[in-house]
């Protein structure tokens, strides 16, 4: 079983980003509403937006069930 940690993702990892993608075990610091534009996105970042604000001591994080190399394409 592979117990690694999730790691980021050096070319798309914004400072100023305010939502972490996590896909397989690549993490992705982007700019939610640039997610909102991909409709695969749009349901799950607008279902879970109460929790977005619950803590704003960090960063949101969701999961995606993609292939990482594939989220980077987009």
Known sequence: MDNLA???DLD???DDGNIILEVEKTLFKV???ILASFPCF???IFDE???FYQNSMTIP???CHDNAA???IY
Do not use: C, D, E, G
């Open 6 to 8: 999730p790691a980021r």
């Open 49 to 51: 937006k109460a929790q």
């Open 42 to 44: 749009q349901k799950k």
């Open 12 to 14: 798309i990892s914004f």
């Open 61 to 63: 994080r969701l999961t």
């Open 70 to 72: 594939h989220v980077k």
């Open 31 to 33: 700019h939610r509403s």
